[in-house]
């Protein structure tokens, strides 16, 4: 398994202006919070996270936080991205305890699409990451959704999924089942056919 490691510096310079400085300076701004510590406020080499983050998986694995040499294992809550150009604007990591349970989000790897299209069915995906509660231990690096028997017309809800061990569906546990992805007819009908029809 990878190891997620991360440095970051405590950051006493707070507000709207400081941050803008740190993106200036090529750092970012982030906060870590949970446990029975007090939120802190970071600053992380904006080259560090971006790298970090290329890997699918590090968003939904433990990371190794070390603030000015104190180490601490989080996983991500949340992240800010500039919305044309893509990249990390601020990052909220939540601390890792022991035996409590954690909420992270999960990315959706679809496996044997190519069976519904075989059948001439076309697939949307309509979810492409998952939030999920567990332990850390338990924090699966992805959901898998197989698509293998999927016929035209099919919803894939959160509850045709499996869990992994120890894995709840939040969604799911607060009464919301929702649609994963579907399996629909095309919509324009191929011109050859209604030729054929005619």
Do not use: W
């Amino acid at each position: 398994m990878t190891d997620f490691i991360l440095n970051a510096q405590a950051r006493t310079d707070l507000g709207k202006g400081a941050s803008r400085r740190l993106r200036h300076a090529l750092s970012i701004p982030a906060v870590v919070y949970g446990g029975d510590k007090e939120a802190q406020s970071l600053t992380i080499v904006a080259k560090e996270i971006a790298k970090l983050f290329e890997n699918e998986a590090a968003f939904s694995h433990v990371i190794e936080l070390n603030v000015d040499g104190a180490k601490q294992n989080v996983v991500v809550k949340a992240m800010q991205r500039h919305p044309a150009k893509g990249f990390i604007m601020h990052a909220d990591f939540v601390r890792v305890v022991a035996g409590q349970k954690l909420t992270a989000v999960v990315p959706v790897h679809f496996i044997n699409e190519e069976a519904p299209v075989k059948k001439g069915g076309e697939i949307s995906h309509v979810e492409s990451q998952i939030e999920v509660s567990c332990e850390a231990k338990d924090l699966p690096e992805f959901i898998e959704v197989d698509l293998a028997n999927a016929e035209i017309g099919t919803i894939i809800h959160l509850s045709d999924l499996k869990a992994p061990k120890g894995v709840e569906f939040v969604a799911l546990a607060h009464g919301d089942d929702k649609a994963v992805a579907n399996v629909h007819a095309p919509r324009v009908a191929p011109e050859a056919e209604e030729g054929a029809a005619e």
